[in-house]
């Protein structure tokens, strides 16, 4: 029961992660679009730095979907807590 809660309680916190990496990568995404200068994408040839792009966006896309789950996992665990770990206990 307490690592359910527990899990209850951290799911904000990964979910505004989730958010904030999103936001991180998109703004790479833009710098290496645009050619501005990023670590990254320092040593990197132009096919490279296409690939990178896609990549990224593909953890985006991954992300958004995390971003999505964490809502549904919320939910499940106020169930169980609600109708399974609470009444039992």
């Given at each position: 029961m307490q690592s359910a809660y527990s899990q209850f309680l951290d799911t904000p916190n990964q979910k505004k992660k989730a958010i904030d990496q999103i936001k991180d990568t998109e703004e790479t995404i833009e710098k290496l679009s645009a050619g501005r200068f990023t670590f990254g994408g320092m040593l990197k040839?132009?096919?490279?730095?296409?690939?990178?792009?896609?990549?990224k966006q593909q953890l985006i896309d991954q992300l958004k979907e995390d971003v999505?789950?964490?809502?549904?996992?919320?939910r499940i665990l106020i169930i169980y807590l609600a109708t399974v770990a609470i009444p039992s206990y």
């Open positions: 040839s132009d096919k490279e730095k296409k690939e990178s792009i896609v990549i999505q789950n964490f809502d549904i996992i919320r």
